[in-house]
């Protein structure tokens, strides 16, 4: 973990990049929390990390703090019937579940999206949390990116939660508005609404770099827009490096992900896979002048179809912690070479092209 810093437009950031690391300092915050705790989260499970923090929302909640929770309906599905959320709303607290799934919806996949991806946490609307890491037990030791930050961007992250509360309420959303003058943005994916802010910002900075990309994420399976501009950027000499497990905990992508290792090798790309344990960050620098942190994956359903919220950092004191920790995770990981394809047994091969065929409901 890095220590906390500030820039000079009075932002202070801290990157977590352990899981557990990342839920003992929000815990600190939450409980030191005076007039509200709002939390948006994919994955909240029904286990002792996820318990704790209800006991402690339910808390704060008997104290008249406004607590305010979106957790993802298929994400989150063992805390659906928890008597902790009973318990919570009994006490005043506010809990959506949110993109219900019923038993129609299960029979078609197309209606599954979108999911509320994203992982944000702000605590008396002046200190966020958002990045990677969900509050899960046994992700506990998992190597993801996740950041506490205070200042000007925080405000945008208070009206992206009014945005979403008034869209859950049915009232009328007010528009966000973004100044590009700060070192530190949010941006948000909102699928419904045909606005993929975070994507758009990918190919804005993808397509402007000159000196190198990095990337880490869960998994990478691109569009062919954005592979286009990946090609076109290793054609002007910029150095690509793409960094993503070899094993995650959903295996069947793991098979699609590896199944385009080819066309990503033709393409330029350098791939490589983490070793030490399950690789969950999402993070890209560029040209150490443009980073970013969040929830999305480089992948079309985290690109098009989540809900997703990332914060973008041009302060060049935090990018180059990024650009550090990324090499030392590149010390912990091994290259995909053409070699290394070959030797890949024939039946994940075939089950990753296989696979692929559950692309066409988000196509």
Known sequence: MSSAKQDTSMHSWRFFYRPNETWDAMYRDCQAARTSIEFEQYIMENDAVGRRFMELFIAKAKEGL????????FGSAMLVRSSLVKQLRRHGGRLHFYNAINVWTIVMPWRWFPRTHTKTLLIDSSIAYTGGVCMAERMRHWRDTHMRVTGPVVEQIRQAFDDIE???LRKKAKRMRLRRNHRFLY???RPKQKHCGVYNELVRAVSEAKQYIYITSAFFVLNRRFLALLRQAQARGVDIKILVPEYSDVWP???ICLSYTPRFLKAGLRIFHYQET???SKTAIIDDSWATVGSTNFDVISFFY???ANIVITEKEAIA???????ADLHCSTELTWEGWRNVPLWKKLAGRAARMLKVFFQ
Request: with cysteine; proline share 0%; charged share 25%.
């Open 66 to 73: 406004k607590i305010f929770l979106i957790c993802d309906t």
């Open 166 to 168: 008034n869209r859950i």
């Open 187 to 189: 941006f948000i994916n």
């Open 253 to 255: 992508a793991d098979w």
């Open 278 to 280: 399950v690789l969950h």
């Open 306 to 308: 989540n809900r997703e």
């Open 321 to 327: 912690d990024l650009k550090q920790q990324f090499f």
